[in-house]
């Protein structure tokens, strides 16, 4: 039985050993091949038209701009709002004070 063993464990390293010789094998294949079988450029580069970043930073700040335009248009009866609903918690302040006043003075004049 330990001889079994030893065979079994010994198959096993060199199993092993040839699977990693197999795939390091293939690998540096599969480096090996050239770039130039990967390489499409037929030199047309004049070909090309690249877009120049002056017309990209134009179209940023023309977005940039409608973006400022509709966050101002959207704020507009917001910030009307806002003002109105701030007069009218002035005017309920100013007649709870009053009211408050007149509590204490005729509690006052109870007495």
């Given amino acids: 039985m330990k001889k079994f063993g030893k065979i079994l464990?010994?198959?096993?390293?060199?199993?092993?050993?040839?699977?990693?010789?197999?795939?390091?094998y293939t690998q540096r294949k599969k480096a090996s091949i050239s770039i130039d079988e990967f390489d499409?450029?037929?030199?047309d580069d004049e070909e090309r038209s690249y877009?120049?970043?002056s017309k990209a930073g134009e179209a940023?700040?023309?977005?940039a701009g409608k973006v400022k335009d509709a966050a101002?248009?959207?704020?507009?009866?917001l910030?009307?709002?806002?003002?109105?609903a701030k007069d009218k918690a002035k005017d309920v302040a100013a007649d709870a004070k009053e009211k408050?006043?007149?509590f204490f003075d005729e509690s006052d004049a109870n007495k």
């Fill in 9 to 24: 464990i010994a198959t096993a390293v060199v199993g092993g050993i040839a699977a990693a010789v197999a795939y390091f």
């Fill in 79 to 84: 910030k009307e709002t806002v003002s109105k």
């Fill in 51 to 53: 877009v120049p970043l």
């Fill in 100 to 102: 408050v006043e007149e």
């Fill in 60 to 63: 940023v700040s023309e977005a």
């Fill in 40 to 43: 499409d450029d037929d030199d």
């Fill in 72 to 77: 101002e248009e959207a704020f507009t009866p």
